[in-house]
């Protein structure tokens, strides 16, 4: 089982493929929030990433988790991530 996680605008995603039956077991999504201002800047939380993540991994049912042998994750294009000084 190989577990893949989409950080994506407006949703999180995750799925877990049965590499021996070549097909996806199981999938789950997210919607994110998007703060949006006048002057046209988009904003979110990081925080409302990882409680999205958690909600998908949490629907993914345990007797798949437990069988993940990798991880593949992918993010937002054409974004920026910045950390401030306590990362």
Known sequence: MFLGIDVGTQSVKALIYDAAAQTT?????????LDSRP?????????WW???LE????ALPKKLRSGVKAIG??????????L????
């Open 25 to 33: 077991a199981v999938t789950s999504t997210a919607p994110l929030a």
């Open 39 to 47: 002057d046209g800047t988009r904003e979110q939380l990081a925080s």
């Open 50 to 52: 990882l409680d999205a």
């Open 55 to 58: 909600s998908c991994l949490v």
């Open 73 to 82: 994750v992918s993010g937002q294009q054409h974004g920026l991530v910045a």
């Open 84 to 87: 401030d000084k306590s990362d």
